[in-house]
């Protein structure tokens, strides 16, 4: 084997490396030890072929070289002992070599490379079916921001659990109450099969008594995927601070005692952390004024992680190394601060700087608080409405998916572009594809995953054919995501048939990007305005656009019509807004981006990112039943009478409560539910009642139980 020195020395760098921990007994009896390749290692600088032939694949090299130090481990270590590596980067798909029993494969959930996740994961199951365990982010690649998907969360949580994979390593978040509070729910949903948002309304209820519908209202916009913006964690939700703050100065006027307080005011000072870092990271340094400017504000943060260091709300130790390693945010005078060269320090650190800084307290907290409500003030009312809400909304106003959406796939941007599906029935999705006469051998991927069920591709296909068209089959009416997968530099175009299917972008437009649009009619055409908004808010990076270039590069048309006047946010030069008066509230607007335009990100601030691809039409009443579906959940269940009903209606609903007999004893209508909120029952004697709830197309019932 032409490569068996670079083997012997990585086995003989693992064990000096463990061998070196200051750990009782022997670290290798101490269960699984990792030896984690490096990203894409590759035994050669390419996979192309070189004196020896052919390299082997990434996969297959990461495989060859686990194998082998296990091998030679052995001959180290007296003692059976498991060890883990890595599937992700270059190395994520599975691999030809056969895997050796004693190693266990993190295959990384959140990256995507030729197939999609759930695909993935199938395919290293049938490979190494008793050694898989999940490898994961909680937020992707800004993990100092606390938004990530409670969806994806359960239902990875749900996915473990009906199959034989062994578990999940998480990457988290910094903030402890990001972090810590999901990943206990979500430990506690893998040991019994209970639901992650149950287990965490659970830990809410108990810390924040007082205030715990605004804590669960803010926990909602940063854990709900149709909420939060993932394109550009940074600038996209610096826009929802007012919001956030708003909503934490809400529960600190609930706060049932000092000890919620106390746990209040970790909630400000880590939001005061969020807001340090986006204005460092949002600050230009491609200049010298600017460089400057970022220098000072990477102090202040450096300070600030200090002063917060052992108040447990963020991990400072990351959080400092991040922000030093950044070259554009720290002078040279700052490195040599902070950065150790003589190893002595904790970690590459200093001890002195961790020390100069006085430790923050709740009077230091309150002050910044109070700063960040004025510099952030409410520019206008925030108003979220579920997709699902949004479609049934576009079908009671005749409006139907549009009959094709045709755009250019350039690989050069990305790898891949994916659709939300929303289908009232077992259908199919065709796609047409023309690739450039230079890409005919580049494989395209066409894959759907079912959103209901984290474990189920619905369809696949692909195709080295220069032109063509793939069928995806719907199985049955549900979510669904479409991704198109192209390698990179090849180029196509597309055009998607939806078949009657709802298809939709749940994120930000692209002016210009991986998927082109080819004509105005072809682009995300409608966005919903719900009532009770004055002003629409949006957002354009890469850009300084004055609103004449704006109105160039995007399109707007009301409700009625009528080009509206667009209006920049004298606050924030890339934030502008359009006046809402109530004749185009709780309707429809239309908006495309013009295909000539220059790379830049439009994005909804202050309501739903939610794009749809729809046109006039007629839409039956079997449709909107089916969108309208009610789903809810109570707990605790059993209860002495007070319950947490959690549910999402933005319509008019009424909640009624049931005896044995089927006598109603209790009925409540509201205009919306949304989120969670408390139902209190505690003047029924015990016993066994059934909760129903309606709106005006059907109802769900489900029993509860008093006890006393």
Known sequence: MQYTPAIQSWADFIHAQYNLYPIVNDPWKRGVMSMEVMDGAHWGNTTTSCLLG??????DQNITLANNTLNLLKTKVPYPFKTSIYAYFEHWDTS???????IYVGVAAGFQSETTTTNNLHNWKKKHPNGIFEYDFMNGGEIQSPFFSLDYLNNQAKRIN???TLGSFYETNWGV???????TAFHNSLNDGSDVQTNFNVYVNDMFPGSKTKIKELFNHWTNENNFLSNDWLTENKNRLPLYLSLINEAANLSGGAEETHRIEQLKAYVHYLILH??????????????ISRRAKADILLDYLVSVYNYGIINSFQAINNTVSDSLSVSQATFDKWVDTTGNGPGIFKAAPLLAVSPINSTKINSDFTADTTAYPMLATYKFTEPDSIIAAACKMNLVPLDSINFYLNGYYNGSVDYEIKSTGASSIRIYYKKNPTDINKRINFVLDSKDQMYSVAARSDSITQNGFVDLAIPAAGNYKMYILIPKTAQANISIIANNNFVYHGSPIYSNGIAVFKDSISAPRYIYVPKGLNKLYISLYYSHSDTTQLLKKFKFTNAQGDKP????????????YFNVDSANAGKFWQLYADTAATAEIFSIVNTQNVHLYLQQGFCSQTSIAELDKIDFSIYPNPSTGVFSLMMKADGLVKISVLNMMGQNIYSQQYDKWNGTQDLDLSSLPMGMYFVKIENKHEFSTKKIVITK
């Not at 052919?54 to 996969?59: E, F, L, Y």
């Not at 030809?96 to 004693?102: F, K, L, N, R, Y």
């Open 54 to 59: 052919a390299w082997p694949s990434a996969a």
């Open 96 to 102: 030809s070599v056969a895997i050796d029993t004693s």
């Open 162 to 164: 009906t199959t034989n």
């Open 177 to 183: 109450y990001v972090s810590a509070m999901y990943m």
């Open 278 to 291: 986006y204005d460092l990271k949002a600050t230009d340094a491609l200049n010298s004024t600017g460089l």
């Open 565 to 576: 006047k667009i209006y920049i946010e004298p606050s924030d030069s890339n934030l502008y």
